[in-house]
């Protein structure tokens, strides 16, 4: 499978997009996109989110993870609870993301116990 450095440069190129008018799309310096796409650095993961949006794929496509570009389509209610939790996410520092990140892997770990 493609790593995520390829998939952003793949989709950018699809869109018709420079590397400067996507990192202005994503309200980052001008080379952003670039030391993405060279693989240098990772991008956060509210905006490879972002990224994902802006590219119509899931986040899973867009990391490499797997090859189906968009395996559910969200509703205008789901994507109003996502813009939601991720307007919560976005303005969090490093260490409460994290904790943030660890309460909802324990939510999942608890409602893949409970349907067992």
């Known amino acids: 499978m493609a790593e995520l450095k390829d998939r952003i440069k793949q989709l950018r190129k699809e869109k018709g997009l ?3 008018a996507l990192s202005d799309m ?3 310096g001008k080379t952003a996109v670039s030391v993405y796409e060279s693989g ?6 509210a905006d490879a989110m ?9 986040l899973e496509y867009l990391t490499g ?3 189906i570009r968009v395996p559910y389509k969200l509703t205008e209610e789901d994507l109003q609870q996502w ?3 991720m307007s919560y996410l976005s303005v969090m520092d490093e260490r409460d993301f994290q904790h943030a990140s660890v309460y909802a892997e324990w939510l999942l770990d608890r409602q ?4 067992q």
């Open 18 to 20: 420079t590397q400067i």
């Open 26 to 28: 994503i309200l980052h």
């Open 40 to 45: 240098t650095r990772t991008p956060m993961i």
């Open 50 to 58: 972002q990224l994902a949006s802006i590219f119509d794929v899931s």
């Open 65 to 67: 993870r797997s090859d």
């Open 83 to 85: 813009e939601k939790l």
């Open 112 to 115: 893949n116990k409970n349907q």
